[in-house]
């Protein structure tokens, strides 16, 4: 992986180096994270509906950030190049899952 001959760990791996294969999506799913609960009730709804071992409707909290800033507040602490970084490493995520990246701090 690209990343590790630069010296990244894989805290910082693309997301889409976990579901894809090449330019093949291998998963039949992919749930945001901006809308993870709604998302995750129809999911529960439609995999149970088949599964032989049900999975519960409602996530779990666990290691909940108390005031938390918003991720829009914690990019305004970036510099230019750290912006430039994070675009450049995670281009292929932000196309694939339809983001935005952010070009000016």
């Known amino acids: 992986i690209y990343y590790k001959e630069q010296g990244i760990n894989e805290a910082f791996y693309t997301q889409n180096s976990y579901i894809c294969l090449g330019n093949k999506i291998l998963v039949d799913k992919i749930i945001k994270y901006e809308n993870l609960h709604e998302e995750w009730k129809k999911f529960v709804e439609e995999y149970n509906k088949t599964a032989e071992y049900k999975i519960k409707k409602v ?7 108390k005031n938390k800033k918003s991720w829009t507040e914690e990019f ?3 510099t230019q190049d750290q912006l430039d970084l994070i675009n450049t490493m995670y281009e292929r995520d932000f196309k694939l899952f339809g983001y935005e990246m952010i070009e000016k701090v």
């Open 59 to 65: 996530l779990p909290f666990s290691n909940t950030t």
């Open 76 to 78: 305004k602490t970036l």
